[in-house]
């Protein structure tokens, strides 16, 4: 028996597929399709370092939530969410208290899907087009950022906003059950700063590196969408927003005096 787990990773998965095709006729700019396979082989070879930066960080953020993650927080035995709350007082959880259902699905809809889709298609974008500079900038990006976030995410847990008043998740309302997945990459006091805020920002950089302007548009629509949707859904502190911004404009400004036009 097929569980609805399953079923809503089919779904997801079929989405991903699908945005993958539309995505490929409408940004992906057709100079590209006339790269033989000798070309496209020195692209990747030129490239292959920086897959491997981020495929090595992906690897120890799954290790951190699926292991390191749960021994650091028994030991710290503090939840700082608390404090966050003491001078935020409910101001994100006002929005979860006037939810309307069409702005609900469409910001799950921007968090599980879209969010997501453009982690992965971004570099695979850079990758394909060539795009050095754009690549360059997401890789360091990334590792800068994770290299900052991970002693909070290790020793400052601060859980997420709809655990800590005991609501139920607006993703789990949309998607019964995603929690299951979702949970298996990252955790529900990872959120000091947010890492999806400070990614988000750092790829419409990246985007926008490349000049092509119909996927600069699409990701920063993607970025607003995302930092409204982790406030609505009451996934995200205002702090936890403002941390990631901030962490995401310093890291950019770091690599635009570092990184030069080859």
């Given at each position: 028996?097929?569980?609805?787990?399953?079923?809503?990773?089919?779904?997801?998965?079929?989405?991903?597929?699908?945005?993958?095709?539309?995505?490929?006729?409408?940004?992906?700019?057709?100079?590209?399709?006339?790269?033989?396979?000798?070309?496209?082989?020195?692209?990747?070879?030129?490239?292959?370092?920086?897959?491997?930066?981020?495929?090595?960080?992906?690897?120890?953020?799954?290790?951190?939530?699926?292991?390191?993650?749960?021994?650091?927080?028994?030991?710290?035995?503090?939840?700082?969410?608390?404090?966050?709350?003491?001078?935020?007082?409910?101001?994100?959880?006002?929005?979860?208290?006037?939810?309307?259902?069409?702005?609900?699905?469409?910001?799950?809809?921007?968090?599980?899907?879209?969010?997501?889709?453009?982690?992965?298609?971004?570099?695979?974008?850079?990758?394909?087009?060539?795009?050095?500079?754009s690549m360059k900038t997401l890789t360091y990006?990334?590792?800068?950022?994770?290299?900052?976030?991970?002693?909070?995410?290790?020793?400052?847990?601060?859980?997420?906003?709809?655990?800590f008043y005991g609501m139920e998740s607006a993703?789990?309302?949309?998607?019964?059950?995603?929690?299951?997945?979702?949970?298996?990459?990252?955790?529900?006091?990872?959120?000091?700063?947010?890492?999806?805020?400070?990614?988000?920002?750092?790829?419409?950089?990246?985007?926008?590196?490349?000049?092509?302007?119909?996927?600069?548009?699409?990701?920063?629509?993607?970025?607003?969408?995302?930092?409204?949707?982790?406030?609505?859904?009451?996934?995200?502190?205002?702090?936890?927003?403002?941390?990631?911004?901030?962490?995401?404009?310093?890291?950019?400004?770091?690599?635009?005096?570092?990184?030069k036009e080859e």
């Amino acid at each position: 028996m097929v569980n609805l787990i399953d079923i809503w990773l089919i779904v997801l998965g079929l989405t991903q597929i699908v945005m993958l095709a539309i995505s490929l006729v409408f940004f992906i700019p057709k100079k590209v399709y006339k790269t033989n396979i000798s070309q496209f082989y020195q692209i990747f070879k030129r490239h292959f370092p920086y897959i491997l930066v981020i495929l090595g960080v992906v690897f120890f953020q799954l290790l951190e939530v699926n292991v390191i993650d749960a021994l650091t927080t028994k030991w710290i035995g503090v939840d700082f969410a608390s404090n966050i709350h003491g001078f935020e007082d409910n101001i994100v959880y006002w929005f979860s208290q006037h939810w309307v259902p069409a702005l609900v699905y469409f910001f799950v809809f921007m968090y599980i899907a879209v969010y997501p889709f453009t982690l992965w298609f971004s570099p695979l974008y850079f990758l394909i087009t060539d795009g050095k500079k754009s690549m360059k900038t997401l890789t360091y990006g990334l590792l800068l950022i994770y290299i900052i976030v991970l002693p909070f995410y290790l020793f400052v847990p601060v859980t997420n906003v709809y655990k800590f008043y005991g609501m139920e998740s607006a993703l789990n309302a949309v998607i019964p059950s995603v929690e299951n997945f979702f949970y298996s990459t990252t955790t529900q006091n990872n959120c000091l700063p947010s890492l999806h805020v400070a990614m988000t920002i750092l790829i419409a950089w990246s985007v926008r590196l490349t000049g092509n302007k119909k996927f600069t548009y699409f990701a920063y629509f993607c970025m607003v969408s995302v930092i409204l949707s982790v406030i609505y859904l009451a996934i995200h502190w205002i702090t936890d927003v403002i941390c990631g911004a901030l962490l995401a404009v310093i890291v950019i400004f770091i690599l635009n005096r570092f990184i030069k036009e080859e």
